[in-house]
């Protein structure tokens, strides 16, 4: 099955087709660096890293894009109020993005542009604009004029007459006509500003992004990505400066858009309904932020479940279901590795049909539009089938049961880290972090129950097993239950 994309401009499916065979360039639409990461950036991001994976495994070649606006009005006026130039604090909040995207298990970008390192780039693309009879100066500022423009509103879906029903001009704008957008804004008192043609100013925000992907990618690239809530007006620009400046049939190939994560209502720090990255991280870890988001197509939008109590205590039903389920599946890991001794070479022979195609029925998913909720059940029916397998011995002659196990821990580890990013870390790493939360969240006192541990251990080498049972009861009172494994006494937080 070849690949097939839902592409926002036809809005329909078609077949993927990269400018070069073999090769594919991709952009995503950054962040604005003006705060702290919510979820709802986390997901655009983790969205197209999936993407990227899936590329990756698959056999591309990809070259991916994604943008740092470090300078806007909101910036400006952010490190004004913390007493801040606008490149400190612009510093400041990449770096944090940077370390919350990588918690999440977003793999760097390949190419990583920022709009300040970019100015003289910008200025010439503006400069085409303005030579092609697209744009125009006015007191300082560069207007795109999209009456130059005859597909306007193409992507979004909308005449330029319904657009302009809508539009307004503020008072210190001087536009030709209201759905004008600015290229180059004129320096105001106070603010960071770089040489142009036209006087000292600064980018506006749609054209940075044509001009870093004409810079680091080409001409045509063939995949834009970004969420549902920048197709208008921020992509409808794009489309417009870019075909404006370099002619028809350039730019995008594909446009692919996420569907947008809701609390009630769209997540924006504007109306003050977030939920920053770092605070969920004190509370789950990082990968299993990233399991509930993969959970669902990257299309669809999420209605956030979050759950307050009469004491103003929070909970989040879907993410708290989402980490049992990853426990689940890196407890079958740990399992399996145990067995396995660590060995997943599967050598020729018949394996038990539960054990075979969870990789082709992956691709199969990923195919259609990368539908990563189906790989996300097929990775759950795989488990499901190696802890049966484990579970009975009787269930096949031992080498098959063997080969069978093998071969299922090797694809686990091959789809679940190759495509979603997900099973990548030793079974023990993650389950210890786990605990470690559940432990803070639960009160107990972790150090206290390695010295239960302790004295259990001491009371069965005196064959004081009476002791020893006592001690796993206490434990088990404190919400700790016990698990003797062939890497010795284990324990875990009981969950109701």
Not at 25 to 40: E, K, N
Not at 149 to 171: H, K, M, N, T
Not at 172 to 183: C, G, Q, T, V
Request: net charge negative.
């Amino acid at each position: 099955m070849a690949l097939r994309v839902f592409d926002s401009l036809t809005r329909k499916k078609v077949d993927f087709e990269p400018l070069s065979p073999g090769k594919v360039t991709m952009y995503l639409c950054g962040p604005t660096v003006q705060d702290a990461p919510h979820i709802g950036h986390a997901r655009s991001a983790l969205a197209f890293d999936v993407i990227r994976r899936f590329l990756r495994w698959s056999g591309w070649q990809v070259t991916y894009a994604r943008n740092v606006t470090d300078i806007d009005d909101k910036i400006i006026k952010k490190a004004a109020e913390r007493g801040w130039s606008a490149d400190e604090h612009a510093r400041h909040f990449t770096a944090i993005y940077r370390r919350e995207m990588a918690a999440v298990g977003n793999q760097d970008p390949d190419i990583e542009p920022k709009v300040t390192e970019t100015i003289p780039e910008i200025v010439a693309f503006i400069e085409k604009l303005v030579a092609n009879g697209k744009a125009y100066e006015s007191k300082g500022d560069v207007y795109f004029s999209v009456e130059s423009f005859a597909p306007y509103g193409a992507l979004s879906g909308q005449s330029i007459d319904e657009l302009r029903a809508g539009a307004r001009i503020e008072v210190d704008e001087d536009k030709r006509n209201p759905l004008d957008f600015a290229l180059w804004k004129a320096q105001k008192p106070g603010e960071p500003a770089w040489d142009s043609p036209w006087g000292k100013g600064r980018p506006g925000w749609h054209i940075e992004c044509s001009a870093m992907i004409h810079t680091v990618l080409g001409e045509t690239i063939d995949i834009h990505g970004g969420g549902r809530d920048l197709v208008f007006p921020h992509h409808e620009n794009e489309l417009a400066q870019s075909q404006g400046a370099l002619g028809p049939n350039t730019f995008v190939r594909h446009w692919l858009h996420n569907g947008l994560l809701n609390l009630g209502e769209k997540m924006s720090k504007s109306l003050g309904n977030v939920l920053l990255v770092e605070d969920m991280r004190r509370h789950y870890v990082g990968e299993t932020l990233r399991y509930y988001l993969v959970q669902f197509h990257y299309r669809a939008a999420i209605n956030f479940d979050l759950v307050r109590a009469d004491d103003g205590s929070v909970s989040f039903p879907g993410i708290d279901a989402a980490d049992r389920r990853l426990d689940y599946l890196y407890t079958t890991l740990q399992r399996l590795d145990d067995f396995l001794g660590g060995k997943t070479d599967v050598d020729a022979g018949p394996t038990l049909p539960d054990g075979e195609g969870l990789p082709a029925r992956a691709r199969e998913a990923m195919d259609d539009d990368f539908n990563t909720a189906v790989v996300v059940a097929e990775l759950g029916e795989a488990a499901k089938a190696a802890n049966k397998l484990l579970d009975d011995p009787k269930a096949a002659p031992k080498d098959v049961r063997r080969r069978t196990l093998a071969r299922l821990r090797r694809d686990l580890g091959d789809v679940g880290p190759g495509i979603l990013g997900i099973l990548g870390r030793p079974p023990g790493e993650f389950l210890a972090e786990r605990r470690t939360l559940l432990c803070t969240a639960r009160k107990i006192d972790a150090a206290a129950v390695a010295q239960r541990l302790a004295d259990r251990d001491a009371a069965r080498k005196g064959k004081d097993y009476a002791r020893a049972d006592e001690i796993r009861s206490e434990l088990r009172t404190l919400g700790v239950d016990i698990m003797d494994t062939p890497r010795g006494t284990e324990w875990r937080v009981i969950e109701a």
